[in-house]
């Protein structure tokens, strides 16, 4: 047989093929306009969207609700970091070797870091001022920025008790130490819009979060906080 050729149908072989005399009744125009409407349903619902680039997009009114919602929320409240992981927390800070030596002294002193974080830091082997000497102490809380809608490249800026740190938001979310700030304030500033359609930051603690009003680049909310 050559290889083109194909074999002569036989009645068994079309009844096969419930699809043949569609084809054979229909022509090519009607298959056309099955499969747009099959098309057009698998697109309404949604199969298809993972394809679209989507950016940020709040509507007036969700953009209005956050608004409310952040004036009349309530503080958040932080979840403290536990003596335990206070050489962990430290490191996710991303401080200089100075500024570490300068938090490790200024940390609670009733329960210090460890030696070795203190030697590691090169802090001074002297002993510790009066409590009454040294001002007021810090402590250290956990937090997390993420991205509350799309993930489009938006960047913020966290400022509390004198640490500063610039975050790339995402779904997943970034997680760092922060010093409880003694005026119970964190301060967000929007540093660019991603993809457009505002920043869109939410922060937490623990169990507890805020969502932010969507902001633009250069706009600074503070947030009252309260330590557990």
């Keep these: 047989m050559n290889p083109r050729e194909l074999p002569a149908e036989t009645p068994d072989m079309v009844g096969r093929r419930p699809w043949l005399p569609l084809l054979q009744a229909t022509g090519a125009a009607a298959l056309i306009a099955i499969a747009a409407v099959t098309y057009a349903h698998w697109a309404g619902s949604g199969a298809g969207s993972s394809f679209a680039h989507q950016t940020d997009a709040p509507s007036d009114a969700e953009r209005q609700r956050r608004i409310s919602a952040f004036a009349a929320g309530a503080p958040l409240t932080l979840r403290s970091v536990e003596h335990a992981n206070i050489s962990f927390a430290v490191d996710t800070m991303r401080l200089s070797p100075s ?3 300068t ?3 200024d940390l609670e002193p009733a329960a210090p870091p460890p030696m070795a974080l203190l030697q590691s830091a090169q ?3 002297t002993a ?3 409590l009454a000497e040294r001002g007021p102490v810090l ?25 500063s740190r610039t975050v790339v938001l995402s779904k997943r979310g970034v997680t760092i130490a922060v010093p409880v700030p003694t005026d119970g304030i964190i301060t967000v ?3 660019s819009d991603g993809d457009g359609g505002g920043i869109t930051v939410g922060l937490a603690s623990g169990a507890a979060q805020a969502v932010f009003p969507i902001m633009s680049p250069g706009q600074a ?3 009252s906080v309260t330590l557990d």
Excluded: F
């Design 189 to 191: 500033t929007g540093i």
């Design 99 to 101: 500024d570490k030596r």
């Design 128 to 130: 510790l001022a009066p």
């Design 139 to 163: 402590r250290l809380a956990w937090i997390t920025l993420w991205d509350t809608d799309v993930e489009d490249g938006d960047v913020v800026r966290i400022d509390s008790q004198g640490y």
């Design 103 to 105: 938090l490790l002294a």
């Design 123 to 125: 802090a001074p082997q």
């Design 221 to 223: 909310l503070g947030l």
